[in-house]
């Protein structure tokens, strides 16, 4: 069964009661999160419950060797994530063999995170645990939990291979919650082509979390990379440290109804930094009676925008696919610089929208910078030693004790701000929230909505500010606040037939119990022919009694659930021989070449080597002041077209292509400012994946119309790709990161003016074909992200991406308007 309602609706109870039945009545549940957090949280939770025949124990990378054999023999509710089942726990089965004989109910949740490749890798996994249970003679319900899903019982029975029945229906209580949409101001600093630069959603979030914080409003901001939450934190407690600093020590005068007189503003007024206002009604600690030179105004000593320590934020790369999200920084505004567009959306519940569309307003820039009254009580303490303390970040990395402590200090209250990565959007219960931040699109609005629904936990009202990054998604999102509201989440995409998945996870199958026929229908229609080719290339071994893991190795190394499969690069301390972390081989040209700029649990390392032979990149300690970009050609072939049909003059296709990649050098771009430092070259190796693409050509007499209107056909078709990759994201559950694309002038294939997007991963994932299915939609959306941005021959929010192996050269803005019109302008009619 699975349970897909929205955030706080009481889904942990559904499960926790027959979970929690099956334990007292000698049985064992095995509970599968995708974090950590959310683990410790539930466990949490359940020792609350004060049971004492209920033994649980969370078993992943935080838990002591020592307490492990305790888990293995007497936890009878175990708290567990994909990668330690896939690592650990199934392949050492025998010695869970007393819990899995009695294993009754397993748990997923958070299951809508399950999605892309690492939703395929993580249906085999289940797979595969639902063979060992088999060996140990237990048949266990699994009941599945997610927030608001499309098509939930159709996910859920592709993840577990099991029929399904779904629960959508929530009557659960929630307070309303105001949706705002902020579009950063751009800025005078000027990018590749003299494109405009707009300053970044970290700096954003930092300045509005600093406010909130000051407004005793306790706030969570999501950021998408590990090092941006960091700099988010570190950014807003300097600034908070700034107001402590002017404010010790000073005087409180007036009674409880004075409210503060900023210097040349209106009595009773406080506008904070940036320009951005307290919310009515909010009491706030005292503040002083005299001005700050270094704030604007002279109102309250904040730094104002041109003022702010600052990094850069290059925008994400229009190619994909072998590797993982650049970090988020800083930018700095200059003076004068308009202070951002704010879209207010009207009062929503945090569960997704049902049909109608909420309305929003236009942009309203006034409400950003009006002054609310605040009232001041003289029973406030002057102390402001304390202030920058209410701020901390919180990321995967820290040590578990730490992550605790920060979790419990939030639900508390004694921390006020929390920055953070999405380690805490699912599920962790930080009840009593009254504003989210979230720095930049998250990705789905499944993910939206759970993020958003962190507020307002208590059934209180509360506040979500959705800041756009300087990314073509994130522009059209912001501009067009009706694909946010009124629709249904997105379907959840995962392949788990795709033959590079499978692979792997049949030859840990039979390294945990020997494959026999009677096991290939649980893996699937296509395990049959998979095995064959494991069987070539001497993986597995077939005998009379089935297919053998003969290899001394482990076979579970084959499988970077995380990432594209296939062995990863060990990142290695050259000067001490530890081992960092890993990246997944597909990623290793883009993240780890040499020269790389390498981040890792907060610090950062510049790759002295990387041995793709070895499969180790070397590392070393240093702190430049700098960040890199990898830049690639690519080059596509057409193997065979699956699917296609006319769409406007042209003519849309889906099929099987061959990508062939090559790094040949990376950007280096200053942090603070964006200013480009050089291109250094490389020399790697070219990559080649057999993946799916979807890709649209125009008939030779549409293309001679353009050319004569003076349009640039390459550059046109080139700024329709970039931009088409970033909306992707809208119509496939998919982030920018894994899909790339191709345009040409006339490619060989095709003889024709041809643009691709394909899948970064072998074999596919499932988001080309979500594009063939929703082209019409996604390309007009595509269209309406270019028109809509403010710049004048394209930027990074449209159509320019900094790791375009191309520079950026061609680009036409107008062009690729007027190409996507003539595609569109029959298909549009037809439907």
């Given amino acids: 069964m699975i349970i897909s309602t929205g955030t706080a609706s009481g889904k942990s109870l559904a499960y926790l009661t027959p979970a929690v039945t099956s334990c007292l009545d000698g049985g064992t549940v095995l509970y599968l999160t995708p974090t950590k957090a959310l683990a410790a949280d539930q466990l949490r939770g359940l020792r609350e419950l004060r049971i004492t025949q209920l033994r649980a124990a969370c078993f992943d990378g935080d838990t002591p060797f020592e307490e492990r054999t305790w888990v293995r ?6 708290l567990t994530n994909p990668d330690m089942l896939h ?15 009695r294993l009754r109910m397993v748990v997923v949740d958070e299951c809508h995170g399950y999605r892309g490749v690492f939703g395929s890798h993580v249906a085999q996994i289940l797979r595969r645990l639902r063979r060992v249970c088999a060996r140990y003679g237990s048949q ?3 009941l599945l939990a997610s927030a608001t899903a499309s098509e939930p019982g159709a996910f859920a029975m592709r993840l577990t291979g099991l029929e399904m029945a779904e629960v959508t229906s929530d009557g659960s209580p929630k307070g309303a919650t105001t949706i705002a949409l902020w579009e950063p101001p751009l800025t005078e600093l000027r990018g590749e082509r003299g494109a405009p630069v707009r300053r970044t959603a970290t700096a954003e979030a930092a300045d509005l979390l600093t406010d909130l914080v000051l407004a005793k409003v306790r706030t969570l901001a999501f950021v998408r990379s590990r090092r941006g939450a960091e700099t988010v934190a570190l950014t807003a407690r300097a600034k908070l440290a700034d107001v402590a600093f002017s404010l010790a020590g000073t005087p409180i005068g007036g009674s409880s109804s004075t409210a503060f007189a900023p210097a040349g503003g209106n009595p009773g007024a406080l506008p904070l930094s940036g320009g951005h206002a307290i919310p009515p009604g909010r009491d706030i600690s005292p503040l002083p009676s005299a001005p700050h030179p270094g704030s604007p105004d002279h109102d309250v000593p904040m730094a104002s925008r041109d003022h702010r320590p600052s990094l850069s934020s290059p925008t994400q790369d229009t190619h994909p696919a072998f590797s993982t999200p ?5 930018g700095t505004a200059p003076p004068g610089a308009d202070q951002g567009t704010l879209s207010w959306g009207a009062s929503v519940p945090v569960s997704v929208p049902e049909s109608e569309s909420v309305p929003v307003s236009e942009s309203v820039s006034e409400s950003v910078s009006e002054s609310v009254p605040v009232s001041v009580s003289e029973s406030e303490s002057a102390d402001w030693a304390d202030l920058p303390d209410r701020i901390a970040a919180y990321r995967a990395g820290y040590l578990a004790e730490d992550r605790r402590l920060l979790e419990k200090a939030l639900r508390s209250g004694s921390i006020m701000g929390l920055a953070t990565t999405n380690a805490l959007e699912l599920g962790v219960d930080v009840s009593g929230l009254d504003a989210v931040l979230i720095a930049g699109w998250p990705g789905t609005r499944a993910s939206l909505w759970q993020q958003a629904g962190r507020a307002g936990r208590d059934g209180q009202e509360a506040l979500a500010v959705l800041i756009a990054r300087d990314d ?3 522009t059209y999102l912001v501009h067009h606040p009706q694909a946010l509201f009124g629709q249904p989440v997105e379907a959840i995409v995962l392949d788990p037939d795709n033959p590079y998945v499978l692979g792997p996870h049949l030859c840990a199958a039979a390294a945990e119990i020997p494959l026999t026929d009677a096991d290939l229908p649980v893996f699937g229609p296509t395990t049959p022919n998979v095995l064959d080719d494991l069987v070539t290339e001497g993986l597995l071994r077939k005998r009379p009694a089935g297919w053998f893991w003969t290899r001394r190795e482990r076979a579970t190394d084959l499988a970077d659930i995380r990432g594209g499969g296939g062995a990863p690069i060990q990142v290695v301390e ?6 960092l972390g890993s990246v997944d081989e597909p990623s290793a040209h883009t993240t780890v070449h040499t020269g790389a700029v390498y981040l890792h649990q907060g610090e950062t390392y510049l790759v002295e080597l990387l041995d793709l032979e070895a499969g180790v990149a070397l590392v070393g300690g240093a702190e430049p002041d700098y960040t890199t970009f990898a830049r690639d050609v690519t080059e596509i072939s057409v193997l065979a ?5 006319d769409l406007g003059p042209g003519s849309l296709h889906f099929g099987e292509v061959e990508v062939t990649r090559q790094v040949v050098s990376y950007l280096k771009r200053r942090l603070q400012s964006g200013e480009m430092l050089g291109d250094e070259p490389l020399d790697l190796p070219p990559r080649t994946l057999r993946t799916r693409a979807v890709w649209w050509t125009l008939p030779a007499s549409e293309v001679a119309t353009l050319a004569e209107e003076g349009f640039d056909l390459g550059g046109a078709a080139h700024a329709a790709e970039h931009a088409a990759i970033g909306l992707l994201p809208l119509f496939a559950t998919c982030d920018r990161w894994d899909i790339g694309g191709v345009s040409t002038e006339l490619h060989a294939d095709t003889g024709l003016l041809t643009v691709f997007v394909y899948d970064g991963h072998e074999g596919g994932a499932g988001f080309a074909e979500r594009g063939y299915a929703r082209a019409t939609d996604w390309l007009t959306a595509t269209r309406e992200a270019i028109a809509s941005c403010e710049c004048e021959r394209g930027c990074p929010s449209c159509i320019q991406s900094p790791k375009c192996g191309n520079g950026n050269e061609p680009l036409d803005k107008r062009g690729a308007i007027h190409l996507l019109d003539t595609l569109l302008r029959s298909a549009s009619a037809a439907s």
Avoid at 73 to 78: C, F, L, P, S
Avoid at 87 to 96: D, G
Avoid at 641 to 645: D, N
């Fill in 140 to 142: 266990p319900v699994f």
């Fill in 574 to 579: 050259s000067a001490t021989g530890r081992l």
């Fill in 641 to 645: 077209s699956l699917r296609s049909h």
């Fill in 326 to 330: 650049p970090p988020s920084d800083q």
């Fill in 73 to 78: 023999q007497h936890a009878n509710y175990v």
């Fill in 87 to 101: 690592r650990s726990i199934l392949p050492r089965h025998a010695q869970w063999s007393s819990f899995f004989r």
């Fill in 472 to 474: 073509p998604l994130d």
